[in-house]
């Protein structure tokens, strides 16, 4: 009896801490992925920011950024090497992941699938305004996640 008592605190002990890796595996990609949406929102900010300063007329500038955002971005995109937008077809390709630097990225030599998937569309609200919303899915086992994070953009120059 006593041999089965311990049995079954043993087999709880090993359940309760097969739960605890798993909720410790969801836990680091779901900060992985918050990590991935907010950089998405932060390389479009760069690229308005960079439009707009390297245009000798900033309000041009604001323009040729809203017309190129939403040219690439307005059904989805993903940004290549240097920030450079590119529409996604059907769906966007899941961002590479290199061991060796820890880097995420879509064209890193001997990266691999991460298994995580970066969608940003831009929408504008007005003339003024821009809304970037920056979405990372990836799976775990037979469940689809996803994480969503948004920010409204302006037109710093009068």
């Not at 990609?29 to 991935?36: E, Q």
């Not at 040219?71 to 993903?78: A, H, Q, T, V």
Request: proline content about 2%.
């Amino acid at each position: 009896m006593s041999i089965g008592i311990f049995t079954m605190s043993v087999l709880a002990m090993l359940s309760i801490l097969a739960q605890g890796i798993s909720n410790t595996n969801y836990a680091k990609k779901k900060i992985i992925a918050s990590y991935l949406a907010q950089e998405g929102v932060e390389q479009i900010r760069n690229i308005r920011d960079t439009t707009v300063i390297s245009n000798e007329d900033r309000s041009a500038g604001w323009a040729e950024f809203k017309s190129v955002i939403s040219d690439f971005c307005g059904s989805g995109c993903y940004l290549q090497e240097f920030n450079l937008p590119a529409t996604c077809t059907e769906s966007c390709p899941p961002i590479l992941y290199h061991n060796g630097s820890g880097i995420y990225n879509y064209v890193l030599d001997g990266g691999v699938e991460s298994g995580y998937v970066v969608t940003i569309t831009v929408e504008s609200v007005s003339d003024d305004e821009v809304k970037v919303n920056s979405t990372v899915s990836w799976d775990k086992g037979s469940t689809d996640y996803s994480l969503k994070f948004s920010d409204n953009l302006f037109n710093w120059i009068e």
